[in-house]
């Protein structure tokens, strides 16, 4: 930060209430640095994906305009998909980050989705992107998917969004599909936790990290924002475990993003048994998207939530790690698209 070095003079020394002022504001200036950092790489990300998408395109049309007529014409397939778009009534996306992550992590499915006719919306969970609160506070699964709560409470009385969720962002799809069924269309939970009722959504992960109560006493990964003596507030891993958990195949350019983008997440939410009714949260539509080599859930805890929560649909993504976002943007691009179009 610009802001590192600071010069001292001897009002500096004055007295301790001054200087938490000056804390305080310089909190207060990182905080505002960080928001302006965060959203210019998302911005600059959006950018670059942009124009690799325009360049492609144009390579395929080339290609396919020197090719033999028996192969199909890509702008042909391109304006039978926007034309089938075009009759869907519910077009409105809404993509929910998983633990770690932020709004900025859906830049390439923003692009893609776009590109198609659709209306993609990334949102920051409380606490979390370029969302101010600290993550310490959010102690419960309500409070860290207000921002969700609150889009869809501002939703028109007859308009309904297709909910997209990923890893522990799940759990907010899910919460949401209880209380708001009349709003939402259909739910995709991606690589995420899909619970049954009375199930935390850590349960999900306790077969790759050990149990809860386990990891509440031995982890080294967790976050004591009250104190030592007091219960822990949230986690984030070490960069390298992070790098290896979730980005095992993602491009190099996209984990370097996610490596000063990333934030802690608050344990509250994940901790927080949940609690779904067949008149609510088991009439809504539900589809999972499977990773195959993915290590943070693991390809055979993602087949026993399908089996024990059953959804409507249920799709997989070959070579691809936690991130597909990341990892293979067109196969998730593909399938998000084929679950629109389910009557």
């Not at 939402?184 to 899909?194: D, G, N, R, S």
């Not at 991130?323 to 196969?331: G, L, N, R, W």
Request: hydrophobic share 35%; with cysteine.
């Amino acid at each position: 930060m610009g802001n590192s070095l600071i010069c001292r003079t001897k009002k500096d020394a004055k007295d301790n209430g001054s200087k938490s002022k000056r804390m305080g504001k310089s909190q207060r200036k990182m905080l505002a640095e960080e928001e302006f950092l965060h959203k210019q790489a998302l911005s600059m990300a959006l950018h670059q994906h942009q124009l690799s998408q325009r360049f492609d395109g144009s390579m395929s049309r080339r290609i396919g305009s020197t090719s033999s007529r028996r192969h199909a014409d890509p702008l042909a397939n391109e304006k039978k998909l926007l034309e089938s778009l075009e009759k869907i009534k519910f077009k409105k996306i809404v993509l929910l980050h998983g633990e770690g992550f932020g709004a900025w992590c859906w830049y390439k499915t923003i692009a893609q989705l776009e590109e198609v006719g659709l209306q993609p919306t990334a949102l920051d969970l409380t606490g979390s992107g370029i969302d101010l609160t600290d993550a310490n506070t959010v102690t419960t699964l309500a409070e860290y998917s207000k921002p969700l709560i609150k889009y869809l409470e501002n939703l028109p009385v007859d308009e309904k969004v297709i909910l997209v969720g990923h890893s522990s962002g799940g759990a907010c799809l899910s919460y949401a599909l209880e209380h708001f069924p009349e709003k939402i269309c259909k739910a995709i939970f991606l690589c995420a936790t899909m619970v049954s009722n009375g199930q935390r959504p850590f349960d999900v992960f306790a077969e790759e990290l050990g149990s809860a109560e386990r990891f509440m006493k031995e982890s080294q990964f967790l976050i004591y924002g009250n104190g030592k003596d007091k219960p822990p507030t949230g986690f984030m891993f070490e960069k390298q475990l992070m790098k290896g958990l979730y980005f095992n195949q993602s491009p190099t350019k996209d984990v370097a993003l996610a490596m000063v983008s990333m934030r802690s997440t608050p344990l509250g939410p994940i901790m927080e048994e949940l609690s779904l009714t067949p008149e609510k949260y088991g009439t809504g539509r539900r589809f999972y998207v499977q990773t195959l080599e993915d290590r943070a859930l693991s390809p055979d805890v993602q087949e026993k939530l399908v089996r024990e929560n059953p959804p409507e649909g249920v799709f997989k993504i070959k070579g691809s790690d936690h991130c597909p976002f990341f990892s293979k943007p067109q196969s998730l691009h593909k399938i998000l698209i084929e679950i629109v179009q389910i009557p």
